[in-house]
């Protein structure tokens, strides 16, 4: 398999914003499903979230994957 094909249109860096790092990525038909990592140190409970996005490997459109398929 040719590993520029694998996500097409999906770049890292159009779901990450230099704010988030992806955590989890996987790859089924034409989608890539992912989970980006928010840091939340700051608040109490949780350290970190991890939100679920998906992107058409076609279109290149990150949306929030409603579900939540990662």
């Given at each position: 398999m040719d590993p520029t094909t694998v996500v097409s249109e999906c770049r890292s860096e159009?779901?990450?914003?230099?704010?988030y790092k992806i955590v989890r990525v996987h790859l089924q038909d034409d989608f890539v499903m992912a989970g980006i990592c928010r840091n939340t140190s700051v608040s109490s409970g949780a350290l970190s979230t991890v939100i679920p996005f998906i992107c058409n490997r076609h279109t290149g459109?990150?949306?929030l994957d409603t579900n939540v398929r990662v």
């Open positions: 159009c779901v990450e914003q230099n704010l459109i990150w949306t």
